[in-house]
């Protein structure tokens, strides 16, 4: 095998960071965006891990393989990995991606539809920097859902989706504070571990591999802080865009935020999203709810979220991955 040659724009969206893939990924195919996801997990995994993991990259990033779309009314189609594996969707890429493509010159300020695994999301560049993001539909599927941590901890949450599955918790004694990042990553991940360990899961079975913790914005520039845990154990810098779909979804569900009003939501680094929701069709009410499983039901109506955040260009670089490095496939840490 000869060198294989990346091309890569790094982009940070309120401190988190998206590598997007412009030339040099493997040949997928040219079935729909789902389809992709699976031939790159089953055969190319290697590579995710390449681009994603150390000495490249870092726990903390998340790629985004550019595509041609298979949806005609699209412009671009994305399919989002990290440490861990595959993303569903995800936002915070998306408006790193609008940003990407804007710095390369393939896109004007206006709506670029993007396909993605898991639906079409529209991404609007209002400007150099700053995106708004139509995500896909999202809905709150279990209320008051308890779990038991190894200590004999007892937490209380809901579980929804925002593009990913989340468990969301509010009532939990810590503050969000960044300093304390390791213990906060520490206690999410305990959550998930008992989630995992007493079976509860998303709709029809997915993994709930996002914990979200909310406490009080420490500016008083936006009405919640959150600190999210993502699937590889890295805490999202961003407010996390699927994360504060997720969040809408149990506003709507609970009556505390009416449709076209706007959610401020703070990262754990300080930075915000702008965040409102109106309700879905039928159509797209009917595809997100094929997600339930048999006997399953929502415990709140399905809503489209729209988010609103800005993304700067950081780097553009020429990945190599020769054959003959020991770490040419990354350090796989998990
Ligand atoms: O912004 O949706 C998001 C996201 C998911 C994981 C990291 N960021």
Not at 17 to 29: E, K, N, S, V
Not at 95 to 122: D, H, K, N
Not at 208 to 224: K, M, Q, V, Y
Request: with cysteine; hydrophobic share 40%; charged share 20%.
């Amino acid at each position: 095998m000869s060198d294989v040659i990346v091309q890569v724009v790094d982009s940070h969206t309120g401190g988190e960071p998206t590598r997007i893939i412009i030339a040099g990924g493997p040949d997928l195919g040219s079935g729909p965006l789902s389809e992709r996801l699976l031939v790159l997990r089953e055969r190319h995994d290697e590579y995710r891990s390449a681009v994603i993991n150390e000495p490249r990259g870092s726990d903390v990033l998340v790629g985004g393989l550019l595509c041609e779309p298979y949806d005609r009314s699209c412009d671009v189609g994305i399919i989002f990995f990290n440490n861990a594996g595959y993303l569903h969707m995800c936002g915070h890429g998306t408006i790193g991606l609008m940003s990407t493509l804007y710095w390369l010159g393939r896109v004007r300020p206006g709506v670029t539809r993007v396909e993605t695994p898991v639906g079409i999301v529209e991404a609007e560049l209002l400007d150099a920097n700053r995106v708004r993001l139509r995500n896909v539909p999202s809905w709150r599927y279990r209320t008051g859902v308890s779990v038991t941590l190894s200590d004999g901890e007892e937490v209380c949450g809901d579980i929804a989706w925002g593009g990913n599955w989340f468990y969301l918790v509010s009532r939990h004694g810590r503050e969000l504070q960044l300093r304390d990042w390791q213990n906060l990553s520490a206690y999410a991940l305990e959550i998930r571990a008992g989630l995992e360990r007493a079976g509860i899961t998303g709709a029809g079975g997915g993994e709930i591999d996002h914990i979200e913790l909310f406490g009080p914005a420490a500016s008083g520039n936006a009405d919640s802080r959150n600190f999210v845990m993502c699937p590889g154990g890295a805490y999202d810098r961003s407010p996390c865009g699927t994360g504060t779909s997720a969040k809408l979804a149990c506003l709507a569900a609970d009556g505390r935020l009416p449709a076209g009003a706007i959610w401020r939501q703070e990262s754990i680094v300080g930075s915000v999203f702008e965040g409102s929701w109106e309700l879905a069709g039928e159509l797209e009410s009917a595809a997100a709810l094929g997600l339930l499983g048999v006997g399953e039901v929502a415990t709140g109506p399905v809503v489209v979220p729209t988010i609103t955040g800005s993304a700067w260009v950081t780097g553009e670089s020429r990945l190599i991955l020769q054959e003959s490095d020991p770490f040419c496939h990354g350090i796989r840490s998990i």
